[in-house]
């Protein structure tokens, strides 16, 4: 969201609060969505699913609290932002639900 205020529109307050309005209910869809995709799973694909769910958010944390630790005290020579984490969690997600899914063929 840094980039549409300070190029787009000028730090324009009301077009920002949009954007960010924006972000949220297409947020809110895609949790939606998500649930009503789970339900139509069957239970295999549901159990392989919430287990890459929860490792998922497993390695956020362990990897998160020590880089937010590590940042605050600048050891690590880069900026620990959101988006790393973000990358972070599609990638183990995508990983452990392709290890589950050949587990269990």
Request: aromatic content about 12%.
């Amino acid at each position: 969201m840094v980039f549409e205020p300070k190029f787009l529109w000028a730090n324009v307050l009301v077009f920002t609060l949009l954007a960010v309005g924006l972000n949220v209910l297409v947020g809110i869809g895609a949790i939606m969505a998500n649930k009503r995709y789970f339900e139509e799973l069957d239970d295999l694909q549901r159990r392989v699913h919430l287990n890459s769910l929860a490792i998922t958010v497993g390695v956020a944390f362990i990897v998160a609290v020590p880089c937010s630790v590590l940042d605050s005290y600048h050891v690590i020579p880069f900026h620990a932002d959101v988006a790393h984490l973000v990358m972070l969690m599609g990638l183990t997600y995508g990983a452990s639900n392709l290890y589950g899914t050949r587990r269990y063929r």
